[in-house]
């Protein structure tokens, strides 16, 4: 086997023993099956009432990133709609293991900011820089020292002064709102460090409800919906309510190619997998499916806390999709995903690559097939409509391993590294625009109808 597609060690094993597979499919189905997470949310309230305490919610800030600038610009609008309790807290930016890919993280999260911010009503630059380590440091210390009901308006504010490098707007602010000394700084970055780590979270741009986590302003649908069945603020339209996956009206008839970079493993990709080739065919674009390995089979770092995080939040997003079967998990990491990769190229040859793709992912996620079995794998390809005796003569090649790199490299060189990552190119195969994540396939259904009115 090549070296890149060895043992990477971490907190996460790419051959598990059996035993190993089944507990961790075992916990993670029970801590996603259907109404536990509602039953925590009900007891929390209970306790709440119980305790005579308001609704409070925590948010964690990071001053150099891009999501957190969003994030601190819908406080107010939430504060102001559903009246709960702010508890902000200033945290440092995620290091070692759950900081993968540094050299490609910061840069992607810009990006990111400044594409889906229009379609909530919020503000990133396009083509900002990375934000001065000095400002950052200024800002900390504004924001240490701010009276918590002035954190939002100052947050903005010293957001705004940092991406635009203006040193003077920064000391008016500190003038303003005033500025804790480098200790006091640095112990209110430890603080918020300790519980946001407390809570088993790793990032900025995080808010915390009554025992549930929502990083980013594109999760915050989910905590409007629980206030607002909680009877908070005035019923109504959501602030910052997920733009619909629309297909439109306008087809491409084959001008426009939708790449979708996915690996086997990512529940986000099971998600969405079959939604993005739904989006591909309503709308005319070829769909060019590119398969990676899971971040655990090339390298990428991934915690205990990182990892139960993602399988909640995807399982959280799929049932908002209507996908209630969704984490009847049976994990296929390792030898099951090296065995259906090297099935790829001859499923290509008969025009069923992507649906072996998605009867695997529906197999390992959504029904809870063993696919580290051969009735399992059995399962998978005759699902997809191929022959399990065709396969058997096939299968456990390594030719698979070169395309597979390839497609890591492609997609690291435009920027991206994690999956699903969706490019959208146009005739001449120029790039429209990418994106990461199974939470930007609406954009991607934007961009595809702007291209094609204005072509």
């Not at 107010?76 to 993968?100: D, I, K, S």
């Not at 929502?214 to 602030?239: F, N, S």
């Not at 409509?385 to 690291?412: F, K, T």
Request: net charge negative; charged share 25%; aromatic share 10%.
């Amino acid at each position: 086997m090549s070296e890149q597609f060895r043992e990477q060690g971490g907190a996460a094993t790419m051959d598990p023993s059996p035993f190993a597979r089944w507990l961790t499919s075992r916990v993670i189905t029970t801590l996603n099956r259907p109404g536990r997470v509602e039953k925590a949310e009900q007891k929390a309230e209970r306790e709440r009432v119980k305790r005579g305490q308001p609704h409070v919610l925590e948010y964690f800030h990071q001053v150099d990133d891009a999501w957190s600038h969003l994030a601190a610009q819908a406080l107010a609008p939430l504060l102001q709609r559903y009246g709960v309790v702010l508890v902000p807290h200033l945290v440092p930016g995620p290091e070692g293991a759950n900081l993968p890919e540094p050299d490609l993280l910061p840069a992607q999260t810009r990006y990111d900011a400044a594409l889906i911010a229009p379609h909530y009503g919020l503000d990133y630059p396009a083509d900002a820089p990375a934000p001065d380590p000095q400002r950052c440091h200024r800002a900390e210390q504004i924001l240490a020292a701010v009276p918590v009901d002035q954190f939002p308006e100052a947050a903005v504010a010293v957001g705004q002064a940092v991406i635009g490098g203006d040193d003077s707007a920064l000391e008016a602010l500190a003038s303003r709102f005033g500025a804790a000394s480098v200790a006091d700084t640095q112990q209110a970055l430890e603080r918020g460090a300790a519980r946001c780590a407390e809570l088993k979270h790793f990032a900025g741009a995080t808010f915390y409800y009554g025992g549930q986590r929502y990083w980013g302003v594109d999760r915050l649908y989910h905590l409007e919906q629980r206030w607002q069945a909680l009877g908070l603020g005035t019923p109504g339209e959501l602030l910052f309510a997920r733009p619909p996956i629309d297909a439109g009206s306008y087809k491409a008839n084959g001008s426009l190619t939708l790449e979708l970079y996915a690996s086997l493993r990512s529940p986000y990709t099971a998600v969405i997998f079959d939604k993005a080739v739904e989006l591909a065919e309503r709308t005319g674009v070829r769909l060019d499916l590119r398969p990676v390995l899971p971040m655990v089979m090339r390298g990428v770092s991934l915690t205990k806390e990182k990892g139960l995080y993602f399988f909640s939040d995807a399982t959280r997003e799929a049932r908002a999709l209507g996908l209630e079967d969704f984490c009847h998990f049976a994990d296929p990491i390792g030898e099951p995903v090296r065995r259906c990769y090297s099935l790829f190229d001859w499923a290509r040859g008969q025009g069923k690559r992507v649906a072996l793709m998605s009867a695997f992912l529906n197999a390992a996620f959504y029904r809870g097939i063993n696919t580290n079995r051969e009735s399992g794998l059995r399962y998978v390809v005759e699902e997809a409509g191929l022959s399990w005796r065709e396969a058997q003569a096939v299968i456990d090649n390594d030719d698979w391993q070169q395309e597979m790199e390839a497609n890591r490299q492609a997609m690291y060189g435009f920027g991206s590294w994690g999956v699903p990552t969706f490019r959208l190119l146009d005739a001449q195969g120029n790039t429209v625009v990418w994106a990461w994540g199974q939470d930007r396939l609406w954009l991607i259904a934007r961009e595809i109808q702007r291209v094609l009115v204005q072509a």
